[in-house]
């Protein structure tokens, strides 16, 4: 059993195969955390220090007792009103405009399986027999006639704890909820660095490591998303913690919208790690009966490094947030017309794109923007989602069958919840996007939000792509999303304060129900590229296009950054032309295929109809590459050998879970002089065993290449890529 509580104590114990979580009820009724780390057993009280610190430190008023302050003690779910000055999950506002909670617990309950979120994505268990386990215990207000059920899901081999909270109005007067955070971990001492990762639009995610000092720390995103500038995955650590070594704690946020991670230092250097909602724009309302669910948060440990966060996460991402038949499957090699010809295109030039292509070997074709209504370039007609036939010389479904009669799936984009004013959906229904009466709309790439917290809205988006995707065998989705929600005001909303959350259960409701309806789509996630790489669309998306950036040297830094919280299976990478198109780059085919054929959505996006030959042997022969090795990119345990932000060369790793296989990059990222060999170290092959290396037909023992490492050639050119491809001599 992964969930425990002791009656006598109070203490409610969390196991997992290599980590413990402890929390106690305690004889005040308070909830205080005590312990998140290494697998232990015993009773951890003793951990938390009780003086009389300070006046300054206000007391409970039944407590009677100097020597206890919330604003001192772990707290498990810190809210406002109680004497905790820190930074808070949790604050209400009653119906007389008083702030002031105080959340005591009353009672738990442990069941069998993981729970799951009503509107929510949330983590899954995948079996009957992996020893799923679901916390519940209620904290509740007496005087509001709050409760707040914290949740807490187990799953125990993957050394995975989730923490969600039900925040209910079982009281007899409306309350507004301020800011409703998921989960904080407060730590009662430690010296510790912050990783967070950030960015801007094709350039995401880069990983930003800082001291934790006093004061507050803080990431999130105002923009609607989860955004292409701060992604909601947030990492505590060691402050000598490397990717092999140290204690490290990760929080990921199972949402899509707007979210705020922090890390704050106290007055007695104890630090607390939040995450949840933002409370920008967020006043939530709830009368007598209702809740609201602050989203779901997924917590791991490690005391190997940050390598182990990874795995933790990866192996989590991969089978219980991923969902439906592509989870587990090759995903199709594409080609995507975007970068091949932008608006550019009509049903002829793709249908030789899809000749090309299927000579190539390539699986897919998607028709990316353009294809619809009078979509001519990226200032209109977003919302009409009527095929433009006589750009494609024909109905769709002629376009679908012939890519199909040349043996390729056929695919398109789609940006739902979008609206041009130079379109019909808008100028017959207005009031759909959202923008405020009396105030110009702020536009962002000349189009205007449509307000998903409308059911009707919904349902007219959702017949519009049920007649595109009911037209021919279209098996590929790419759902785009292309700007900042600035303006919030929905016509319908009673309280515009819970728009904004309103928007993105909207959203997921609507990817529910095309799923739903469609089974075997396979949807690639997209908010200009990476603006919306979160587990909340994993959930949907089994994989998100990582980044509108594809020179292959940024790439490889966005990669490496997204590779902390997501594994490589959820990745879309593609080969693009040289120059490259957002930064002049000139990279060789060679390594651009390498770095693309490190993620799970493979695939080209340029004008193979130019292509001379030998480039079109080139991708023959990645084709076929990917197809040797594309399990292991999808299934196989990841390593960042090397950062390819501050080392001379770029080098990772996937192993298969048996160490029977292994697939190692390496790509020259810079070159000095004469004579320095760079050598590439693998990591994670079975100590002992030989390995036959297939591309150069070589034997290498795995403790020599895990210790000394591979040289490649000395005087190697930038961008001179290797793979590796070892399979384990058994027997
Ligand atoms: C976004 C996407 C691109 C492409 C364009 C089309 O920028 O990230 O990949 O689909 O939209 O307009």
């Given at each position: 059993m992964s969930?425990?509580?002791?009656a006598?104590?109070?203490?409610?114990?969390?196991?997992t195969q290599n980590?413990t979580?402890q929390?106690v009820?305690?004889e005040h009724?308070y909830?205080?955390h005590l312990?998140?780390g290494?697998?232990?057993?015993?009773?951890l009280?003793?951990?938390?220090t009780?003086?009389?610190r300070s006046g300054?430190?206000?007391?409970p008023h039944?407590v009677q007792?100097?020597?206890?302050s919330?604003?001192?003690?772990p707290q498990e779910?810190?809210f406002?009103g109680?004497?905790d000055?820190?930074?808070?999950?949790?604050?209400?506002r009653?119906?007389?405009?008083?702030?002031?909670?105080?959340?005591?617990?009353?009672r738990?309950?442990?069941r069998?399986?993981?729970?799951?979120?009503k509107?929510?994505?949330a983590v899954?268990?995948d079996?009957?027999?992996d020893g799923?386990q679901?916390?519940?215990?209620t904290l509740?207000?007496a005087?509001l006639?709050l409760?707040v059920e914290?949740l807490y899901?187990?799953?125990?081999k993957l050394?995975?704890?989730?923490?969600?909270?039900i925040?209910?109005?079982?009281g007899?007067?409306?309350?507004v909820?301020?800011r409703a955070?998921?989960a904080?971990?407060?730590m009662?001492?430690g010296?510790?660095d912050?990783?967070t990762?950030c960015?801007?639009h094709?350039?995401?995610?880069r990983p930003?490591?800082?001291?934790?000092?006093h004061g507050s720390?803080?990431?999130?995103?105002?923009?609607?998303?989860?955004s292409n500038?701060?992604?909601?995955?947030?990492?505590?650590c060691?402050?000598d913690?490397?990717?092999?070594s140290?204690?490290?704690?990760?929080?990921?946020f199972v949402?899509?919208?707007?979210?705020?991670?922090?890390?704050e230092m106290?007055?007695?250097?104890?630090?607390r790690?939040?995450m949840?909602?933002?409370d920008?724009?967020f006043?939530y309302?709830?009368?007598p009966g209702?809740q609201?669910?602050a989203p779901?948060?997924?917590?791991t440990?490690?005391n190997?490094g940050?390598?182990?966060i990874?795995?933790?996460?990866?192996?989590c991402?991969r089978?219980h947030v991923?969902?439906g038949p592509?989870?587990?499957?090759p995903?199709?090699i594409?080609?995507n017309?975007?970068e091949?010809?932008?608006?550019?295109f009509?049903g002829d030039?793709l249908?030789r794109l899809?000749d090309?292509a299927?000579e190539l070997?390539?699986?897919m074709?998607?028709?990316d923007?353009?294809w619809f209504?009078e979509?001519?370039d990226?200032?209109?007609?977003?919302?009409?989602?009527?095929v433009?036939?006589?750009k494609l010389g024909?109905?769709?479904?002629?376009?679908?069958?012939?890519v199909?009669s040349?043996?390729?799936?056929?695919?398109?984009?789609?940006?739902?919840e979008?609206?041009?004013e130079d379109?019909d959906?808008?100028?017959a229904?207005?009031?759909?996007?959202?923008s405020?009466?009396?105030?110009?709309?702020?536009?962002?790439r000349d189009?205007?939000?449509?307000d998903m917290s409308r059911?009707?809205v919904r349902?007219?988006?959702f017949e519009q792509l049920?007649?595109i995707l009911?037209?021919?065998?279209i098996?590929?989705v790419?759902?785009?999303y292309?700007?900042s929600?600035v303006?919030?005001?929905s016509?319908?909303?009673?309280?515009q304060?819970?728009v904004l959350?309103?928007?993105?259960?909207?959203?997921?409701?609507?990817?529910?129900?095309?799923?739903q309806?469609y089974p075997?789509l396979l949807i690639e996630g997209c908010?200009a590229?990476?603006g919306?790489f979160d587990?909340g669309?994993?959930y949907y998306?089994?994989?998100?296009?990582t980044?509108d950036?594809?020179d292959?040297h940024?790439?490889?830094?966005i990669?490496y950054?997204?590779?902390?919280?997501y594994?490589c299976?959820s990745m879309?990478?593609h080969?693009?032309a040289?120059p490259n198109e957002?930064?002049?780059?000139?990279?060789?085919?060679?390594c651009?295929?390498t770095v693309?054929?490190?993620?799970?959505g493979f695939?080209?996006e340029?004008?193979?109809?130019e292509?001379?030959?030998?480039a079109?042997?080139i991708?023959k022969?990645?084709v076929?590459?990917?197809h040797?090795?594309e399990?292991l990119?999808?299934e196989g345990?990841?390593?960042?050998?090397?950062?390819?932000?501050?080392?001379?060369?770029?080098a990772?790793?996937?192993v298969?879970?048996?160490?029977?296989e292994?697939?190692?990059s390496?790509v020259?990222m810079?070159?000095?002089?004469?004579?320095?060999?760079?050598?590439?170290?693998?990591?994670?092959l079975t100590?002992?065993a030989?390995?036959?290396?297939?591309?150069?037909?070589?034997?290498y023992a795995?403790d020599a290449?895990?210790?000394?490492?591979i040289?490649?050639?000395?005087?190697?050119?930038?961008?001179?890529s290797?793979?590796y491809h070892?399979?384990?001599?058994d027997?």
């Amino acid at each position: 059993m992964s969930c425990a509580y002791d009656a006598e104590s109070g203490l409610f114990t969390i196991h997992t195969q290599n980590s413990t979580y402890q929390m106690v009820a305690d004889e005040h009724r308070y909830l205080l955390h005590l312990y998140y780390g290494a697998r232990t057993e015993g009773d951890l009280r003793y951990l938390v220090t009780y003086a009389d610190r300070s006046g300054m430190c206000a007391s409970p008023h039944d407590v009677q007792d100097r020597t206890y302050s919330l604003d001192v003690l772990p707290q498990e779910y810190a809210f406002q009103g109680g004497g905790d000055m820190r930074s808070p999950l949790l604050v209400v506002r009653d119906a007389h405009g008083t702030f002031g909670c105080d959340l005591r617990y009353v009672r738990h309950e442990i069941r069998d399986g993981k729970y799951a979120l009503k509107g929510l994505p949330a983590v899954y268990s995948d079996t009957e027999d992996d020893g799923a386990q679901t916390l519940s215990i209620t904290l509740t207000d007496a005087r509001l006639g709050l409760e707040v059920e914290l949740l807490y899901g187990v799953l125990p081999k993957l050394d995975i704890i989730t923490r969600a909270a039900i925040i209910k109005n079982a009281g007899a007067e409306k309350i507004v909820i301020k800011r409703a955070q998921t989960a904080c971990l407060d730590m009662v001492h430690g010296t510790f660095d912050a990783i967070t990762f950030c960015g801007r639009h094709a350039m995401e995610r880069r990983p930003s490591r800082r001291h934790v000092g006093h004061g507050s720390l803080s990431v999130g995103s105002r923009r609607g998303m989860s955004s292409n500038q701060y992604n909601p995955l947030m990492i505590l650590c060691d402050r000598d913690a490397t990717e092999t070594s140290g204690r490290a704690w990760s929080m990921s946020f199972v949402y899509s919208g707007g979210f705020l991670a922090e890390i704050e230092m106290d007055q007695f250097d104890q630090v607390r790690m939040q995450m949840g909602l933002t409370d920008e724009q967020f006043s939530y309302p709830l009368k007598p009966g209702e809740q609201l669910i602050a989203p779901e948060v997924i917590l791991t440990y490690s005391n190997a490094g940050l390598e182990r966060i990874s795995h933790n996460l990866h192996r989590c991402m991969r089978k219980h947030v991923c969902r439906g038949p592509w989870r587990d499957r090759p995903r199709p090699i594409l080609i995507n017309s975007w970068e091949a010809a932008y608006f550019d295109f009509n049903g002829d030039s793709l249908a030789r794109l899809a000749d090309k292509a299927a000579e190539l070997g390539i699986e897919m074709l998607v028709m990316d923007d353009g294809w619809f209504g009078e979509r001519k370039d990226d200032l209109r007609a977003l919302g009409d989602w009527t095929v433009n036939e006589q750009k494609l010389g024909g109905p769709l479904r002629q376009l679908a069958d012939y890519v199909n009669s040349v043996g390729l799936k056929f695919g398109i984009w789609v940006e739902p919840e979008m609206v041009s004013e130079d379109s019909d959906l808008f100028r017959a229904h207005p009031d759909w996007a959202l923008s405020i009466p009396g105030k110009d709309p702020v536009l962002g790439r000349d189009q205007l939000v449509l307000d998903m917290s409308r059911k009707d809205v919904r349902d007219n988006l959702f017949e519009q792509l049920c007649g595109i995707l009911d037209q021919a065998n279209i098996e590929y989705v790419k759902w785009d999303y292309n700007r900042s929600i600035v303006d919030v005001y929905s016509r319908l909303a009673e309280d515009q304060g819970r728009v904004l959350y309103d928007y993105v259960l909207g959203l997921y409701d609507l990817l529910e129900r095309i799923i739903q309806r469609y089974p075997t789509l396979l949807i690639e996630g997209c908010s200009a590229g990476g603006g919306r790489f979160d587990a909340g669309m994993l959930y949907y998306t089994p994989q998100i296009w990582t980044s509108d950036n594809t020179d292959a040297h940024d790439r490889m830094t966005i990669q490496y950054g997204t590779s902390f919280g997501y594994p490589c299976s959820s990745m879309g990478a593609h080969v693009s032309a040289c120059p490259n198109e957002i930064n002049g780059r000139e990279v060789p085919l060679s390594c651009r295929g390498t770095v693309a054929m490190a993620g799970g959505g493979f695939g080209y996006e340029l004008d193979l109809l130019e292509l001379p030959e030998r480039a079109c042997e080139i991708i023959k022969g990645q084709v076929k590459r990917y197809h040797e090795i594309e399990h292991l990119v999808r299934e196989g345990l990841y390593y960042r050998l090397s950062s390819p932000l501050t080392d001379a060369i770029a080098a990772w790793g996937y192993v298969a879970e048996d160490g029977s296989e292994a697939l190692v990059s390496a790509v020259v990222m810079n070159v000095e002089g004469y004579g320095v060999a760079n050598y590439v170290v693998p990591r994670g092959l079975t100590r002992g065993a030989l390995y036959h290396e297939e591309y150069s037909d070589t034997v290498y023992a795995a403790d020599a290449i895990m210790d000394m490492g591979i040289p490649l050639p000395v005087g190697s050119a930038p961008y001179m890529s290797r793979m590796y491809h070892f399979v384990r001599i058994d027997g």
